[in-house]
Nanobody, 115 residues
Framework: VQLQASGGGLVQAGGSLTLSCAAS????????RGWYRQAPGKERELVAV???????NYEDSVKGRFTISRDIAWHTVYLQMNSLKPEDTAVYFC??????????WGWGTQVTVSS
């Protein structure tokens, strides 16, 4: 599975961005997709995940502000980010997990929120 994230950029606090993660390859075997982020000097952390059955889970600080969604064929997963805060500044990565437990990562996309 190959993943390509896009949609990052510079936005003012309170603004919105939508990230996209396009997948190719054995997409049929994917059962979970997620977004992670890594700020300078910090460890990579889970932001949101969506399962094959549509169940979603979010990191506490983004609940109510971010929404993860996907198209029916698992080709693209989105992360709608509203009410952005400077502390949301990070490189955002998407991943995909297949049924055998293999996790694939895409290149990150930079999100910068100015105060």
């Amino acid at each position: 599975v190959q993943l390509q994230a896009s949609g990052g950029g510079l936005v003012q606090a309170g603004g919105s961005l939508t990230l996209s993660c396009a997948a190719s390859g054995k997409v049929f075997d994917v059962n979970a997709r997620g977004w992670y982020r890594q700020a300078p000097g910090k460890e990579r952390e889970l932001v949101a995940v969506i399962m094959n059955d549509g169940i979603t889970n979010y990191e506490d600080s983004v609940k109510g502000r971010f929404t993860i969604s996907r198209d029916i064929a698992w080709h693209t997963v989105y992360l709608q980010m509203n009410s952005l805060k400077p502390e949301d500044t990070a490189v955002y990565f998407c991943n995909a997990k297949t049924s055998d437990g293999t996790i694939y990562w895409g290149w990150g996309t930079q999100v910068t929120v100015s105060s």
